[in-house]
């Protein structure tokens, strides 16, 4: 059986272990009724709080991207934020925050969208990208797709192209995927 890489720090750990997929799902804790009655809510703060975990998630969700040259690794406000950065690193690219709306300090572009439970905005500084870079998005969750569609929606705006999107979990049953113009969409865990 092959090893698999796992980045930690400035050097490349490699581990076997196939079980890592379900040691991931088994630490994700499910919370009813948040934010709202009715959302079943996947808690991935367990996996943070383990380093070995930690550790896994990025290397799972980077693997998705295993032999393209990319510039930019743009990460979903909030916990985009948490793998994006190491992977962009791991990648040798810069990182990109796309935010909710009124967090970012300068000229924006904004997309609204809708999601599980209500409608948002999110932004993207003008200058984040450049015209034909390559650009792996990155967040932790699919659900419905709104978030994540809208993202690719104002990267492609700018003129970046969208070679991946990847997120650690995957709500498939809500259909996320459909609301992404990318044919390159990745998912560690899938719940149905």
């Known amino acids: 059986m092959p090893l698999r ?19 991931l799902q088994a630490a994700i804790r499910d919370v009813p009724d948040f934010p709202q009655p009715g959302i079943l809510f996947k808690d991935i703060t367990p996996i943070l709080a383990d380093p070995e975990l930690l550790q896994a998630s990025i290397s799972e969700i980077s693997a998705t991207l295993p032999h393209q040259n990319i510039d930019k690794v743009v990460g979903i406000d909030a916990r ?30 904004s997309q609204s969208y809708s999601l599980e439970y209500g409608e948002n905005v999110i932004e993207i500084h003008e200058d984040a990208v450049q015209p034909g ?60």
């Open 5 to 23: 890489p796992y980045f930690a720090c400035n050097s490349l750990l490699y581990l076997f272990d196939d079980d890592m997929p379900e040691k």
């Open 80 to 109: 985009g934020f948490i793998f994006a950065p190491t992977i962009a690193l791991q990648k040798g690219a810069g990182f990109v925050p796309v935010r909710k709306k009124g967090k970012l300090p300068w000229k924006t572009k």
């Open 133 to 192: 870079d390559k650009v792996m998005l990155v967040d932790d969750l699919l659900a419905t797709g709104g978030t994540a569609g809208a993202a690719v929606k104002l990267l492609k705006a700018l003129g970046a192209d969208v070679v991946c999107v990847s997120f650690l979990i995957e709500l498939s049953a809500l259909n996320g995927r459909d609301a992404i113009e990318c044919d390159n969409i990745h998912s560690i865990l899938q719940y149905s």
